[in-house]
């Protein structure tokens, strides 16, 4: 079975400038879920998707971040304008359902200059 | 607000050593909790789950205890490997709500 997905694994961009994630889930999981882990952090999270729908997102920067999931299965990430602070690593999981047990992909290292 | 701890920061053992890591919560009203192991430059990778209903889950040289009344739980490594060297985060789940993890505590194994 193929595991989460994501891509770039690293990218550097100057402040100001936008950037965007992708991730493709494990084949058949409903849930998605993007988190921001800050280093020497645990991870954070962002958005939770179920299917399309947004099921948190009280915890995304929604001046700067958006996220979408459009059929259902991957889903990009934005960030626009970025800043210094937004350094950090983004993974993505996905689950079956809701409350099962995530599965995480590699991650993405974002550094902003 | 849910809030996990996890202690200490950082441990160093010589191998062969059996070990402890702890995890501690403030709101016992969870789900299930799931530790994870983070090789540095990659995702995490799950190691064990506990439903709420369990005392403790198994694997291999890996054990997980859960005390959701006293907001705790312990991974317990036994017979250490340099190999188990990695960051251990353990994370709470509140039902359909998000995980929430503790700092992590970053473990090495000494040769």
């Known amino acids: 079975e193929a595991g989460v997905a994501q891509s770039p694994r690293y990218k550097i961009i100057e402040k100001r400038q936008s950037v965007a994630f992708w991730c493709n889930p494990i084949?058949?999981?409903?849930?998605l879920y993007w988190y921001q882990q800050i280093l020497g952090q645990g991870p954070k999270l962002l958005i939770q998707?179920?299917?399309?729908?947004?099921?948190?997102d009280s915890q995304l920067p929604k001046d700067r971040f958006s996220a979408e999931r459009l059929k259902g299965v991957d889903s990009t990430l934005k960030i626009q304008p970025a800043k210094l602070e937004d350094s950090a690593v983004y993974l993505c999981?996905?689950?079956?359902?809701?409350?099962?047990?995530?599965?995480f992909g590699p991650g993405t290292r974002l550094t902003v200059t | 607000k849910q809030e996990v701890t996890q202690i200490p920061a950082a441990l160093s053992v010589p191998e062969g050593e059996n070990l402890v890591l702890n995890c501690s919560f403030t709101?016992?009203?969870?789900?299930?909790l799931q530790w994870f192991r983070q090789d540095p430059g990659k995702g995490l990778t799950s190691l064990l789950l506990?439903?709420?209903?369990?005392r403790e889950q198994t694997s291999g040289r890996l054990n997980a205890s859960l005390d959701k009344s006293s907001g705790r739980s312990t991974l317990y490594i036994a017979a250490s490997q340099p190999g188990d060297s990695a960051t251990y985060l353990c994370?709470?789940?509140?039902?359909?709500?998000?995980?929430?993890f503790g700092q992590g505590t970053r473990l090495t194994i000494n040769p």
């Open positions: 506990i439903q709420s209903s369990q």
């Open positions: 084949s058949g999981h409903a849930t």
């Open positions: 709101d016992s009203a969870i789900y299930n």
């Open positions: 999981a996905s689950s079956p359902v809701i409350a099962y047990e995530q599965y």
């Open positions: 998707f179920q299917n399309n729908g947004v099921v948190d």
């Open positions: 994370a709470v789940n509140q039902g359909a709500q998000k995980l929430v």
